[in-house]
């Protein structure tokens, strides 16, 4: 048997280590600067990735190649909406994808200024997914939508851009109607909690967001070099 006295070691000084301090941020300063702040960011994992990430789109966009911006709807229950919206703005994203739950979300946010239920509250009374605005609203953007020959993330944005909304000015979809920005939604039938209501039409849904995957594979020649 062997014995923990037996246990071998070795120095960490010939051990590969992925963290070091000539990588670590900086403290911050009174007065600093967004940049200066950016540029202080620590060299590894992930921050390391998001620097890379930002400064690939930076390029891409300076050589006026297509920047997508794909996300889930906790992007949005974050508060993280006026950020991208910003980027729409100045034009840093191309192309805005999203999950059924992103247009929920993003919805419920330009209607009333607040989103994102209470799950584990809601399913123990049965009211979980069963509001009312929320399923009418989407539910019969899409069915107009889709019937006019549109996508599925294009029907939402443009009933969201013509109907005066309290908050639409948080709209993440307000803004893709507003700037012209493709929007592309992708859903499954039965994931998102507008598909248990009577408004909901299974045939359109899926075909609009058929087209908007079309559309999302047209917009993927513009990434070619980017």
Same mark, same amino acid.
């Given at each position: &048997?062997?014995?923990?006295?037996?246990?071998? $070691?070795?120095?960490?000084?010939?051990?590969?280590?992925?963290?070091?301090?000539?990588?670590?941020?900086?403290?911050?300063?009174?007065?600093?600067? #967004?940049?200066? #702040?950016?540029?202080?960011?620590?060299?590894?994992?992930?921050?390391?990735?998001?620097?890379?990430?930002?400064?690939? $789109?930076? /390029? =891409?966009?300076?050589?006026?190649?297509?920047?997508?911006? &794909? &996300?889930?709807? %906790?992007?949005?229950?974050?508060?993280?909406?006026?950020?991208?919206?910003? @980027?729409?703005?100045?034009?840093?994203? $191309?192309?805005?994808?999203?999950?059924?739950?992103?247009?929920?979300?993003?919805?419920? *946010?330009?209607?009333?200024?607040?989103?994102?239920?209470?799950?584990?509250?809601?399913?123990?009374?049965?009211?979980?997914? &069963?509001?009312?605005?929320?399923?009418? #609203?989407?539910?019969?953007?899409? !069915?107009?939508?889709?019937? /006019?020959? @549109?996508?599925?993330?294009?029907?939402?944005?443009?009933?969201?851009?013509?109907?005066?909304?309290?908050?639409?000015?948080?709209?993440?979809?307000? %803004?893709?109607?507003?700037?012209?920005?493709?929007?592309?939604?992708?859903? =499954?039938?039965? $994931?998102? *909690? *507008?598909?248990?209501?009577?408004?909901?039409? !299974?045939?359109?849904?899926?075909?609009?967001?058929?087209?908007? #995957?079309?559309?999302?594979?047209?917009?993927?020649?513009?990434?070619?070099?980017?």
């Amino acid at each position: &048997m062997i014995t923990i006295n037996e246990v071998k $070691t070795y120095s960490i000084k010939r051990r590969a280590s992925k963290v070091n301090v000539a990588d670590f941020a900086k403290s911050p300063r009174p007065g600093k600067s #967004f940049k200066e #702040f950016y540029r202080s960011l620590p060299g590894i994992l992930k921050a390391k990735d998001l620097c890379e990430v930002a400064d690939a $789109t930076v /390029l =891409a966009r300076r050589a006026r190649k297509s920047a997508f911006f &794909m &996300m889930g709807a %906790h992007v949005i229950n974050c508060g993280l909406s006026p950020v991208l919206i910003e @980027l729409m703005r100045k034009r840093v994203i $191309t192309c805005m994808c999203l999950n059924g739950a992103g247009i929920i979300h993003d919805f419920e *946010i330009a209607f009333q200024g607040k989103t994102s239920e209470d799950v584990a509250e809601n399913l123990l009374t049965g009211k979980f997914g &069963m509001g009312r605005e929320t399923a009418d #609203f989407i539910n019969n953007a899409v !069915a107009q939508g889709v019937s /006019l020959g @549109l996508g599925l993330g294009w029907s939402v944005a443009k009933k969201i851009g013509q109907e005066k909304l309290r908050y639409r000015h948080l709209s993440i979809l307000y %803004h893709a109607y507003h700037y012209k920005i493709p929007v592309c939604v992708f859903v =499954a039938i039965g $994931t998102d *909690i *507008i598909h248990q209501h009577p408004s909901f039409d !299974a045939a359109l849904t899926a075909e609009g967001s058929l087209r908007d #995957f079309h559309e999302l594979t047209g917009q993927v020649v513009g990434l070619d070099r980017g």
